[in-house]
């Protein structure tokens, strides 16, 4: 399959990574990228075919490197207070823009997004022993509350207040 | 300029005014199946395009026609470098076209909707 590629594609997936992450995709131009991937743009284009084509292959990415560990983490919580402290302080940039700014114009996206927020809801749902509109309720919270900043004391306050699950 | 449209699952381009005969190329038409993706990319033209053959570099003026770089052969039409798109292919003639539409977020978008 031709010349053997002069980067390191998984390194340059990655900084795509945090840089989709870091701001809307719009925000990103080709320019940011060469700069910033160490690719240069003929290779750009040859290995994920266009923008939006790195942008999936990163957003997949994301969601292996960053979503799935979370998944492990939350199959051994116990409690609502567990979850919500994993799910709020979980790294998650780009899943969130994502969901805000690309799954309403993009059915990629959307498809990618959904699976992975509706393993969130599936795991909390398993290790709780929670109906699933619960656990999505729960995901629900703490993604907002992550949003927030995770403002000191509010997963807190919603655990104390929802009390025992099950 | 170049103008877009897809028509019977092709990708159809046809250039505008002059740009024909700058471009030695008045239409090209590329089945979606090998349409890899398209791009907006207003810095392509500071990039280094390669020799040209047969094409026309104007500088300030006209990049159009093709050519040669790094083993890739490049279509390109283009004037002004900020309304710049890139189309990539697969088992074509050519590796990429770019192309200088007048709504690169629209044309675009047309692309890419076509492929899904």
Redesign the interface.
């Known amino acids: 399959m031709g010349r053997p590629r002069a980067f390191d594609e998984d390194e340059a997936v990655r900084a795509a990574v945090g840089l989709f992450g870091g701001r809307a995709y719009d925000g990103v131009s080709v320019d940011d990228l060469v700069a910033h991937l160490g690719v240069h743009r003929n290779s750009l284009y040859k290995t994920f075919g266009s923008k939006r084509g790195l942008y999936l292959v990163a957003l997949r990415r994301h969601i292996a490197d960053d979503v799935r560990p979370l998944l492990d983490a939350l199959a051994e919580a116990t409690d609502a207070a567990t979850a919500l402290r994993l799910v709020t302080s979980a790294d998650l940039g780009l899943l969130l823009l994502a969901a805000i700014e690309r799954s309403p114009v993009d059915e990629e996206v959307a498809f990618e997004v959904t699976a992975a927020l509706d393993s969130v809801d599936r795991a909390i749902a398993d290790a709780l022993g929670v109906p699933a509109a619960l656990a999505t309720a729960l995901t629900a919270a703490a993604l907002g509350i992550l949003l927030r900043g995770n403002p000191d004391k509010v997963a807190t306050a919603l655990a104390q207040h929802l009390g025992p699950l099950t | 300029m170049a103008l877009i449209r897809i028509a019977d699952d092709n990708l159809v381009v046809v250039m505008e005014g002059l740009d024909k005969f700058w471009a030695f190329k008045s239409r090209l038409t590329i089945p979606l199946a090998n349409v890899?993706?398209?791009?907006?990319?207003?810095?392509?033209a500071t990039?280094f395009k390669g020799i040209r053959a047969p094409g026309s570099h104007l500088p300030g003026v006209i990049i159009a026609g093709t050519f040669h770089?790094?083993?890739?052969k490049v279509f390109w039409d283009v004037k002004d470098a900020s309304k710049a798109i890139?189309v990539?292919l697969a088992d074509e003639e050519y590796?990429?076209l770019v192309l200088q539409v007048d709504d690169p977020r629209a044309a675009v978008a047309l692309v890419?909707n076509a492929l899904?």
């Open positions: 890899r993706g398209a791009t907006v990319d207003p810095g392509i990039d770089h790094d083993g890739d890139v990539e590796t990429r890419e899904v």
